[in-house]
């Protein structure tokens, strides 16, 4: 039997495993991020389609602060900008 190759087995195993362990845990971390970002802009279109804003036609999705806001932040930036819009105060429009 060849010690130093089945030492360099259960290196390798070892190492598998653990690659494995953060891919998963980034893996679902991402899928996360990507469900908030989608819910944001889900959030926008709804607001838009319901003319629930102060403004007639609501946000302007081409607008690209109402984009990089949402899609960095996700449900939460959108629900600010859609509070802000209410009181008239989202100026990026």
Do not use: E
């Not at 991402?30 to 007639?56: D, E, Y």
């Amino acid at each position: 039997m060849d010690i130093p190759g089945l030492f360099m087995d259960i290196i390798l195993v070892i190492l598998a495993i653990v690659i494995a362990y953060i891919l998963f845990r980034v893996l679902k971390t991402t899928k996360k991020l990507a469900i908030n970002i989608i819910i944001g802009f889900v959030l926008i279109i709804i607001t838009n389609l319901l003319n629930i804003t102060t403004i007639p036609f609501g946000f302007d999705l081409s607008t690209l602060i109402t984009v990089l806001i949402t899609a960095l932040t996700g449900v939460f930036g959108a629900l600010v900008l859609i509070v802000l819009n209410i009181f008239g105060l989202y100026p990026f429009l």
